[in-house]
């Protein structure tokens, strides 16, 4: 019996005009489920191995989404392959995904809210600190002076004393907060016109000051606060951070560790008030990932009180739609 040779690449047949497997298009989205880029290659390269070996030239794409599902089980677990599964659940939504990242100074969420649009393929990415560059070229130092000052500094800017019994660099913080806030809303109100999705990361995004209920029929509003508890930890990330960014001197923050210790307190503690999820940052990959468990969690919330009655028609296992009773599969084994 002649044995059937092994295509050089395989078509998936159910797209026009009949792409073939990309390990570039299918890195991109594995990395939804939270993986690295490097790991997501990795799959990418396991899962074209796998439809090789087959030794069918097509493929459709219920049967790729069944073999990715498989590998990521089998390379990365079934913590990314669920993730994976609800993400394509979540990608049907109608409407923009607004993430929003805050903490103190330093805690890493540049990095993590950039790391973050590579995975989802989110395309803009805004700074609370670029909203306050802004601001302060419409408020001169004399009108709105907190504006002028770093998030930790705000209190020596005050004109006036704060209220008996409250702390001054908080006092600074909130007043700072309330005026960014304005600029932020705007994104939001944009985000939610343009249906367009977004992440706004910042020391300004402070539970509490955002009014995400709003906007909640017109976007996906995901919040989140990110932590540093241990000092010296977080006193490394900005030997870090001067060390990529020469103009931004670790000494200026060390200086004021103890203003910034306070802010994050305060932020924490509103994160506390209003269910806003804390997640300590002591490894990228790991933090990323549970910011994407997150997400992930909260739109497959959207996307089932959107289409709760669609599962019943949605047919057996394997049939289009059919991705929740993957997930009910994955799940169960992981049981």
């Known amino acids: 019996m002649t044995r059937t040779r092994k295509p050089s690449s395989v078509i998936i047949s159910d797209r026009d005009p009949g792409l073939p497997y990309s390990k570039g298009l299918m890195a991109s989205r594995v990395m939804a489920s939270g993986l690295s880029a490097y790991r997501a290659y990795q799959v990418a390269e396991r899962i074209e191995q796998v439809l090789l070996d087959r030794r069918s030239p097509t493929v459709t794409s219920q049967e790729l989404s069944d073999v990715t599902v498989q590998v990521l089980e089998e390379l990365a677990g079934d913590r990314y392959a669920k993730n994976y599964v609800r993400w394509q659940q979540v990608e049907r939504l109608d409407i923009p995904l607004v993430i929003l990242i805050g903490g103190a100074t330093g805690v890493g969420k540049s990095t993590i809210a950039t790391q973050l649009a590579a995975r ?49 660099v908080i006092a600074g913080f909130r007043e700072q907060t309330e005026a960014v806030v304005v600029g932020l809303n705007a994104f939001l109100a944009r985000a939610a016109v343009e249906g367009t999705s ?138």
Request: hydrophobic share 45%; aromatic share 4%.
């Open 120 to 168: 989802l393929g989110i395309v803009r990415v805004v700074a609370t600190d670029a909203i306050r560059e802004v601001m302060r070229a419409m408020f001169s130092n004399e009108l709105m002076p907190t504006l002028h000052t770093s998030s930790f500094d705000a209190g020596t800017a005050l004109r006036e004393s704060p209220l008996a019994g409250m702390d001054r």
């Open 198 to 335: 977004i992440i706004i990361e910042g020391a300004h995004v402070v539970p509490g000051f955002v009014d995400l209920d709003r906007w909640q029929d017109r976007l996906l509003g995901v919040p989140v606060v990110i932590t540093v508890d241990d000092e010296d930890v977080h006193r490394v990330h900005f030997s870090a951070r001067s060390a990529d960014y020469p103009s931004r001197q670790s000494d200026r923050y060390s200086k004021g560790m103890t203003n910034i210790r306070r802010v994050q307190k305060f932020i924490r503690s509103q994160a506390l008030a209003h269910g806003v999820p804390v997640i300590p940052n002591y490894s990228l990959d790991q933090t990323i990932a549970a910011v994407v468990d997150l997400i992930v969690e909260r739109a497959t919330e959207r996307v089932g009180t959107a289409s709760g009655d669609a599962a019943a028609a949605a047919g057996p296992p394997g049939s289009p739609g059919a991705e929740p009773a993957t997930v009910a599969m994955i799940e169960g084994r992981a049981r």
